[in-house]
């Protein structure tokens, strides 16, 4: 009797230790993370925000803004966002990572695509596929 007791003791302890040591090793750091995400997303959303809303006021001459986007990369740890704008003659647009404030990628060409030489054509595909590869995954 006195030995089954011991033993039952021994595998308590052993449970509790296995157990602190989950939410210590595991559990903690990961809660951790998907609230250190979870707040740096947020944080974009707003610079995001904020920023479509200093460039409305900043250029007034742009006859129309494209939609923007924003979203946080865990990847690049950057705070991506795309916009644009269109005016008579041109179309713009650039994806910059707000954290940096440095541009990313970007075009400029003449709103008429009949005009553009095959170095702009070249120019909207590369942005348009760098812009995919950074916002959409």
Same mark, same amino acid.
């Given at each position: 009797?006195? +030995?089954?007791? +011991?033993?039952?003791?021994?595998?308590?302890?052993?449970?509790?230790?296995?157990?602190?040591?989950?939410?210590?090793?595991?559990?903690?750091?990961?809660?951790? +993370?998907?609230?250190?995400?979870? /707040?740096?997303?947020?944080?974009?959303?707003?610079?995001?925000?904020?920023?479509?809303?200093?460039?409305?006021?900043?250029?007034?001459?742009? /006859?129309e803004?494209?939609?923007?986007?924003?979203?946080? /990369?865990?990847?690049?740890?950057?705070?991506?966002?795309? /916009?644009?704008?269109?005016?008579?003659?041109?179309?713009?647009?650039?994806?910059?990572?707000?954290?940096?404030?440095?541009?990313?990628?970007?075009?400029?060409?003449?709103?008429d695509?009949?005009?553009?030489?095959?170095?702009q054509?070249?120019?909207?595909?590369?942005?348009?596929?760098?812009?995919?590869?950074?916002?959409? +995954?």
């Amino acid at each position: 009797m006195n +030995r089954i007791m +011991r033993w039952t003791i021994i595998a308590a302890i052993f449970m509790v230790s296995l157990s602190v040591c989950y939410f210590l090793i595991i559990y903690l750091p990961q809660n951790n +993370r998907n609230k250190l995400q979870a /707040s740096q997303v947020e944080n974009c959303t707003e610079m995001g925000i904020k920023a479509f809303q200093d460039e409305q006021k900043l250029n007034s001459s742009v /006859s129309e803004y494209l939609n923007p986007q924003y979203k946080y /990369s865990s990847k690049f740890h950057a705070c991506l966002y795309k /916009s644009g704008f269109i005016n008579t003659i041109l179309k713009s647009e650039y994806v910059i990572d707000l954290y940096t404030n440095k541009e990313i990628t970007s075009y400029m060409l003449p709103i008429d695509q009949s005009k553009w030489t095959q170095e702009q054509s070249q120019s909207y595909l590369d942005f348009n596929s760098k812009s995919i590869e950074l916002l959409e +995954r």
